[in-house]
């Protein structure tokens, strides 16, 4: 693990001042996202080509996280890709094979910690299981700089290449711009959530034909599902008759439960199929066609690292509870702690008073020469160097990359937090700087999506497109200039929004 250099950010901050950043939010706190930061920065490194990142920067504020990149790094990892790609073919699959036996012994360790009995372990045995696992984590997750270099920067390169074939094309007057960008870029793969669905929906009908199966039939969806709702702050072990409810809801809707089945498990294929098809009329080759290719093997991939931070939060959370248990601390605190100060809990650890402030306000920096994590009076300026003050006035239009295509209009409500989801209601725009799979919910309820980041291979362009709804992505600035209950169209075929009437 990297070292915890003390001042570090102080030193570093004015490096830098005036640089452009890449922002991401969701829910998250110190101890889970160390591992994501470290595995950027300082993991496996020499196995990257140049794919790894220079620094970060992470705010948590009362258990939700501000994660930014910089910019010139973001270019740095994807130009390094795309140059290991003119010297080795199918470079995706190459980077893909050489971390599986990362994933599957991270997969094996998380499997083993779950038979483990952890009160019969000593306190030197927990430590070092904790330690153990952490090592296996960071290598898992060090596959993750390229994923999202490549996936945060290459969306617009695409976007630009795509046109300037298109534009010259015979299509041109025959389909839209952002319907071929939608098509090239869309996936080809089942994301785990569409899985998780899916079983769900045949749960559902079996459940129809034998009410006396439905125990069982929860019991088993249970054990291969019951994860689902993690993030990078809490994790939950949904019970059986959690799931056998949501099947119960399934079967008093109005959706045709075996018809939407038929569509989401031909969707990969159709979207296969249209891709080919698109790729041999506009004769893509070149630049344009390895991105492409990339991207959708890197869709699979990220797609199987979300589900991983799902294990990782269910797992690190039985060993925490475990410390919290010989400690007293309370599991929403210790959380507030890095993984390096978790190993040394029964020797020294941050005060209560620490704990509460880094809650209410803190920030984790990493580069090559270590980590530091400050909070209290100290955030603010650091926040005001990287993010600036985040105002945007008098603008009541803009444009973002057309992810799902379609136009909708509806009631803005801005989703900071997987905590309040509950807001959104049937109809509404849901608008963030980022959705992530816990989401979900909120999203099947949205006429449409908006959001200041992402690119072609992020999570609501993967879901939107699945839920057939419109989506525009990397707006920079929706969650900015929108507010709850303004009033919007969302035209995703030409890629704007519109505020039609201010709150």
Known sequence: ??????????????????????????DGAPYYLYFIGEAHVGTLAER??????????????????????????????????????????NISAYFIKLWKKEEDLFNSKCLEIGKTDLKKLSDTELVALHKEFSHITLERFSSSSLIDGFALGTDQLTADLIKKIYDKSKLKDKIRLTEVFSALTAPVHSSFINEAELAMMKMALQMRKDKKMADKLAAEYQKKFFWIRNNFVDFFVLSADYFKKEASKLLTSKVDLAREIKRIEKMPELNR??????????????????????????????????????????????????FCRRTNLALDDIKYLTPGEVSNIFTKRPSAK???????????????????????????????VIAGDGKKDKIDDFRGLSASVGRASGTVKILKSAKEIDKINKGD?????????????????????????????????????????????????ATKVLHDGDQVEVNANHGWVRIIKRA
């Open 1 to 26: 693990m990297m070292k915890n250099v003390k001042g570090l950010i102080e030193k570093k901050l004015s490096k830098w001042k005036g640089k452009e950043w890449y922002h991401q939010r969701f």
């Open 354 to 384: 620490e704990i509460k402030t880094r809650k209410k306000g803190s920030v984790l920096y990493w580069d090559k020469s270590g980590y530091e994590i400050v909070s209290g009076n100290k955030v603010a300026a650091v926040k005001k």
């Open 429 to 477: 725009v849901l608008v963030a700087v980022m959705t992530r799979p816990d989401y979900v919910q909120a999203m099947k309820k949205a006429v449409a999506i908006v959001t200041d980041e992402g690119g072609v291979t992020c999570h609501a362009a993967i879901i939107s497109r699945e839920l057939g709804i419109p989506c525009i992505i990397g707006t920079k600035i």
């Open 48 to 89: 990257k080509m140049g794919g790894d990142f220079s620094a970060h920067f992470c705010f948590f504020e009362d258990g939700k996280a501000d994660w930014y990149f910089e910019m010139e790094d973001i270019k740095k990892v994807y130009t390094s890709i795309l140059q290991a790609a003119k010297k080795r073919k």
């Open 273 to 322: 199929r249209h891709k080919q098809e698109l790729l041999k009329s506009l004769s893509i080759k070149g630049e344009l066609k390895t991105l492409l290719k990339i991207s959708e093997d890197f869709t699979y991939w990220q797609d199987e690292r979300k589900k991983s931070t799902f294990f990782m939060a269910h797992y690190f959370g039985l060993l925490l509870q475990e």
